[in-house]
């Protein structure tokens, strides 16, 4: 149970430093970061439904006519995406915040477990939870229509993320050595 204990933390201290560090590019260079990733996905894109419609016809089993419709579906967006990226940056926001929300979720759950295990600071992960919430939905509904602001506002929000992470990996670390202590 140790070691998997440590694997975890290692693991999820990885994730939260890689947030903090794509955090850290979208802030400095947020135009070309945001035109970098929307024509990678753009062209990941168009060449899956690409390889999609070649084995459509290519392959023994061709699926149903379904298969190629959604194949073309994503070739067209994938085709679309490479032309205008604007399109794909506001859904790599969209998906930002929806992962920021779902992330902020998930540290507001660990508050309770801290309140459950009787740690006397859990609302402070609880606050960092909510707030990481807050951020998500307004990286998707904000106002602002420059993609430089929203892409400095996601790197900070992701920024916000990892740290809060950390801090919490640090407390929940101590926790877990003060119950290995009383032991």
């Given amino acids: 149970m140790k070691d998997f204990l440590k694997r975890t933390f290692k693991s999820m201290f990885i994730v939260a430093v890689l947030t903090i560090v794509l955090g850290l590019i979208l802030i400095i260079w947020p135009s070309s970061a945001a035109q970098f990733l929307s024509k990678v996905l753009g062209w990941i894109i168009l060449i899956a439904g690409i390889v999609w419609v070649v084995l459509y016809f290519t392959s023994s089993y061709s699926g149903t006519n379904t298969t190629l419709f959604l194949a073309l579906i994503l070739t067209?967006?994938?085709?679309?995406?490479?032309?205008?990226?604007?399109?794909?940056?506001?859904?790599?926001?969209?998906?930002?915040?929806?992962?920021?929300?779902?992330?902020?979720?998930?540290?507001?759950?660990?508050?309770?477990e801290l309140k459950q295990s009787y740690y006397d600071r859990w609302w402070i992960y609880l606050l960092f939870g909510a707030l990481t919430v807050i951020l998500g939905f307004f990286v998707i509904w904000s106002p602002i229509q420059s993609l430089i602001a929203m892409t400095i506002i996601?790197?900070?929000a992701l920024i916000f993320d990892g740290v809060t992470d950390i801090i919490f990996l640090i407390k929940a670390g101590k926790v877990v050595r003060s119950l290995e202590l009383d032991r």
Avoid: C, R, Y
């Avoid at 995406?81 to 992962?99: D, F, N, Q, Y």
């Fill in 154 to 156: 996601t790197g900070i």
């Fill in 76 to 112: 067209a967006f994938g085709f679309w995406s490479v032309i205008k990226p604007g399109v794909m940056a506001e859904l790599i926001s969209v998906l930002m915040g929806i992962l920021l929300i779902t992330h902020g979720f998930l540290n507001i759950q660990d508050a309770l």
